[in-house]
């Protein structure tokens, strides 16, 4: 170990040993301890102790708790025109472990065995438990005034009084339920948010250029272990990147624990090309689609090529220069290589239409039924024309469905009509009594 790394660990000893988060203790299966440097905020040397409890994992139940979704994160805060930022300090460790359960927590380090009463960073648990319990706290403002991911919690609004009092809403939850945060991670009013791996700004969302220098100066890796972690990196920023899937397809398979180590000029290039592909986009941005009144136009373009397809989701009127919202791309499999061209461009559209799928509103109640109306029937079940078109206008015994008076019954309760339903035929009130 160096020795700025034995003072950042006997810093954080003895802050825990003070505190009474960490005691010295003896028992039995002591998980090891590894100890990662990393630089703070300012430069300066800390450490971060992660616990190797893979075996205590896999014997553990988990919690199922998912994430929330960092893209639409990203989308929501880029709208508003003031973010703030705040971030918990030593977030994990500031929850306690069941007294019936601290034995469990045994750890070796350089000075000891010691056991934990907060949750450690390696729990199986740990992530699904701190996002759980700030989605609890936090319940009555996520979505619509500040998101929470994990430690970091952002507040967005439009107006600058509005925004003072939610910044004092937000912290009052912490100071009640004695939850602290990290001052130096704060950013208030930032015109450049550095929020989840990205930069928010008033042209959008923009890579962080940190991530991609570490991608752009990543080593050719070795080992396959190697190059899972270059495309996990990469994977982080692929939405900002047109056409990258496409190469990291080809590395990906490289990876694939059921084929040899192999490097060699295809694999070279595909990374050369990874590479090429993220500093082309870096200084991009990404903007939310705004679907309100009178906005522009909305355009999906899409492209294939031998090996793989790709799709921009974009908003103006022309699509050439309009602002890009999102990217797709995918690598062929080899069956699909085959096909023939026609259907490869055919194959881009379906996809693309599947990756930006339209998910149902409320601002339109019947044209939002409609586009659901055959949304539970198996796939490729045809119908008649007859359900999508109507018949002729001059039939004598119809009336059109504007003769139709719904204003009895209760908008939710009304059926839908389409084709022929939409015709009703004249029946003597008799004939229909009978």
Known sequence: MSRSSQRAMGTKLKAYLDTGRWEFATGKNAIPMLLIPKKGTEGESTLRTVLDKREQNANTYKVASPLPDIQEILWKVSQYKYRTLIDGKDAYEQIRVEPEDVDKTLFSTPSGTMISRVMQIGDTNATATYQSLMNHLFKHAIGVYMHVFLDDIVIFTNGLEEHVQRVREVFEVPRREKFFLSPKKMQFLAEKLEILGHIVDSKGIQ???????????????????????????????????????????LLTSRGSVHKHWNWD???????????????????HH??????????????????????????????????????????????????????????????????????????????????????????????????????????????????????????????????????????????????TER
Request: proline share 5%; glycine share 6%.
């Open 207 to 249: 890579m962080d250029p940190h991530k991609v220098d570490s991608v752009l100066n990543w080593k050719v890796p070795n080992t396959k272990e190697q190059l899972m972690s270059f495309l996990g990196a990469v994977g982080y920023l692929a939405l900002n990147c047109a056409g990258i899937r496409i190469p990291m397809g």
């Open 286 to 431: 990404r903007v939310a689609i705004d679907y309100s009144k009178g906005a522009l136009p909305i355009n999906l373009v899409t492209d294939a090529s031998l090996t793989g397809a790709s799709g921009i989701l974009s908003q103006g009127e022309d699509p050439r220069t309009a602002k890009i919202a999102m990217f797709w791309s995918g690598k062929f499999t080899a069956t699909q290589q085959n096909y023939p061209v026609h259907e490869l461009k055919l194959y881009a559209i379906r996809e693309s239409l599947e990756k930006f799928q339209y998910h149902s509103g409320e601002e339109n109640k019947v044209a939002d039924a409609l586009s659901r109306m055959y949304a539970d029937e198996p796939e490729g079940m045809v119908r008649a024309e007859s359900e999508y078109l109507k018949e002729d206008e001059d039939s004598e015994d119809q009336m059109e469905l504007s003769n139709i008076d719904f204003d009895k019954r209760a908008p939710l309760t009304c059926p839908l009509l389409v084709g022929n339903a939409v015709i009703v035929e004249k029946v003597p009130e008799k004939e």
């Open 265 to 283: 000029a295809t694999a070279q290039r595909a990374f050369e090309e990874i590479k090429e592909i993220v500093n082309k986009w870096r200084d």
